[in-house]
């Protein structure tokens, strides 16, 4: 079974780590994905620019019509996203907790029943 696992974050979080700190966050997020790499159950992570870089986009007429965005309700926003493909619930939610960052902030966890083709 699939599972996505989405991290928040935000500028002012990231900005509040100290600089001299970094390269062992680096470290411990690779180390992670190595290690769930390493077992097949780690699909893909993938790190995803700050939310003023994301942008909107609609049909609009037949071509698409881009605009900034998100316009979030809170200061969150999806940081990462990992794709898992793991046995059972229970071993998804046992390596999200495995995430460097779960024990400061949540991980989501959500099941993927349906892959396209």
């Known amino acids: ?5 989405l991290v928040y974050g935000n500028q002012e979080k990231w900005d509040s780590i100290p600089a ?7 470290a411990n997020q690779d180390a992670f994905n190595r290690r769930y790499q390493g ?5 893909g992570a993938y790190g995803l620019a ?6 909107l986009v609609k049909r ?3 071509a698409p019509a881009v605009t900034d965005g998100p316009y979030l309700e809170t200061k969150e926003y999806i940081a990462s996203f990992y794709l898992l493909d793991v ?3 229970e071993r998804a939610h046992e390596i999200a907790a495995d ?14 029943p349906h892959e396209g083709q």
């Not at 079974?1 to 696992?5: A, N, S, V």
């Not at 700050?50 to 942008?55: E, G, W």
């Not at 995430?99 to 993927?112: G, I, R």
């Open 99 to 112: 995430m460097p960052w779960a024990d400061q902030d949540p991980v989501e966890v959500w099941p993927v």
């Open 20 to 26: 001299d700190q970094w390269p062992d966050v680096v």
């Open 1 to 5: 079974m699939k599972y996505l696992m």
């Open 60 to 62: 609009v007429d037949g």
């Open 50 to 55: 700050d939310a003023v870089m994301a942008r």
């Open 39 to 43: 077992t097949g159950e780690l699909i």
């Open 87 to 89: 046995e059972s619930e």
